[in-house]
């Protein structure tokens, strides 16, 4: 097994192992919003944590899903040119396509990379009842977008797209 092989098969499983935990936070999301709704109306006592968490933890679905969901194609897609011009023609477009959302993907994961690194730098904090340093937060969205680019580079060069799960060896 080459080398490349083998980093791709270490993104894939670190793709789906992120899923995964996007996953879990989202158990974790529904189940923190339930108890604030019973909190809140049954028992007359809202959590202070509760709003926080669920948008941090939304933040963290959103960029832990993100590479799963490019490796398997289930991203936002409008493919309305396939009935309109050749095989050929639409391969080459997808290609170029795909180029394009890896040099936007990577382009964005430098930014938020730099602003993560910004806000540990500068020991900035969330604004909300619950504050935690923001980089924490931070730190998702570069990855996401990172390992995104990576998959539509692979896609762009050749790797097909795995729509439907396999189980990961």
């Given at each position: 097994m080459g080398i490349m092989k083998g980093l791709a098969i270490v993104h894939?499983?670190?793709s789906r192992l992120s899923f995964i935990l996007a996953a879990c936070v989202l158990a974790f999301i529904s189940a923190a919003y339930c108890y604030e709704v019973v909190s809140r109306y049954f028992f007359n006592a809202p959590t202070i944590w509760a709003s926080p968490m669920v948008s941090y933890g939304l933040c963290l679905t959103i960029f832990l899903a993100l590479p799963d969901l490019t490796r398997r194609g289930l991203?936002?897609?409008?493919?309305?040119h396939e009935a309109w011009i050749s095989p050929t023609t639409s391969v080459r477009l997808m290609r170029a396509t795909r180029l394009v959302a890896a040099a936007?993907?990577?382009?964005?994961?430098?930014?938020?990379a730099e602003q993560a690194w910004s806000e540990f730098r500068f020991g900035v904090w969330t604004n909300t009842y619950l504050p935690i340093?923001?980089?924490w937060l931070f730190v998702f969205i570069p990855y996401g977008l990172l390992s995104g680019g990576i998959y539509f580079l692979r896609q762009a060069f050749g790797e097909a797209v795995h729509p439907v799960?396999?189980?990961?060896?």
């Open positions: 894939d499983r670190l991203h936002v897609s409008v493919d309305l936007f993907c990577l382009l964005g994961a430098w930014i938020t340093p923001k980089w799960e396999e189980p990961i060896q």
